[in-house]
């Protein structure tokens, strides 16, 4: 079974940086593609990053690009998206989740059926 931990998460300030983690356990690390999510109450979940677990490349939202980067550590079982030129709008719970199929899109929310428990990040002055 496979089980992720996120972690992370805090206060910054507006153009500020922050660096998550996904820890993830109980599988075969480079078996699963991991994807990263966020939600703001009372919003839908929405697509940050991920990385394919076919041939690990990387995917990223819209309104992440150029200021977000997600790597992959797989000595240490980790995914890490290093948010830079945080903004008011990126306050959210940001979640991590695992599929283990191949795709040519990592970003769907349905594709993803294991999460994490999810770690806040809040970007306020």
């Known amino acids: 079974e496979v089980q992720l931990q996120a972690s992370g998460g805090g206060l910054v300030q507006p153009g500020g940086s922050l660096r998550l983690s996904c820890v993830v356990s109980?599988?075969?690390?480079?078996?699963?593609?991991i994807g990263w999510f966020r939600q703001v109450p009372g919003k839908e979940r929405e697509a940050v990053s991920c990385?394919?677990?076919?041939?690990?490349?990387?995917q990223y939202a819209d309104s992440v690009k150029g200021r977000f980067t997600i790597s992959r550590d797989n000595a240490n079982h980790t995914v890490y998206p290093q948010m830079n030129d945080l903004k008011p709008e990126d306050t959210a719970v940001y979640y991590c989740?695992?599929?283990?199929?191949?795709?040519?899109?990592?970003?769907?929310?349905?594709?993803?059926?294991?999460w994490g428990q999810g770690t806040l990040v809040t970007v306020s002055s």
């Open positions: 990385t394919l677990v076919n041939d690990g490349s990387l």
């Open positions: 989740a695992a599929d283990p199929l191949y795709r040519v899109s990592c970003l769907r929310e349905s594709q993803y059926k294991d």
């Open positions: 109980g599988v075969i690390f480079e078996h699963y593609g």
